[in-house]
Nanobody, 123 residues
Framework: VQLQASGGGLVQAGDSLRLSCAAS????????MGWFRQAPGKEREFVAA????????YYADSVKGRFTISRDNAKNTVHLQMNSLKPEDTAVYYC?????????????????WGQGTLVTVSS
């Protein structure tokens, strides 16, 4: 199983980024997918999640209205569109796969994790 996250980089406050996570080795269309992030010196936190079907999405309050999670089951990929970025969004972003298909907010309910991609937002 491999989850390959990409799309991170250095941007200025107010800019946008689109993260992608390409999955292999799993039946992607049946997995819930999530994005988490971990800032330096802080614990990993939930960002967004999407059910296997794509018909339900969940967001942390801190990103609601700015970030959008989506999935393309034909391409085994999940995306995180991040708009109006803030310096406090700076973190390593990880994608994760939930075998039960739910797209949960709880990190310990995910079965597989990607390696992370760094997002740095300067003020």
């Amino acid at each position: 199983v491999q989850l390959q996250a990409s799309g991170g980089g250095l941007v200025q406050a107010g800019d946008s980024l689109r993260l992608s996570c390409a999955a292999s080795g799993i039946t992607f269309s049946s997995y819930g997918m999530g994005w988490f992030r971990q800032a330096p010196g802080k614990e990993r936190e939930f960002v967004a999640a999407i059910r296997w079907s794509g018909d339900s999405t969940y967001y942390a309050d801190s990103v609601k209205g700015r970030f959008t999670i989506s999935r393309d089951n034909a391409k085994n990929t999940v995306h995180l569109q991040m708009n109006s970025l803030k310096p406090e969004d700076t973190a390593v972003y990880y994608c994760a796969a939930d075998f039960r298909g739910r797209g949960t907010t709880q990190s310990d309910e995910y079965d597989y994790w990607g390696q992370g991609t760094l997002v740095t937002v300067s003020s």
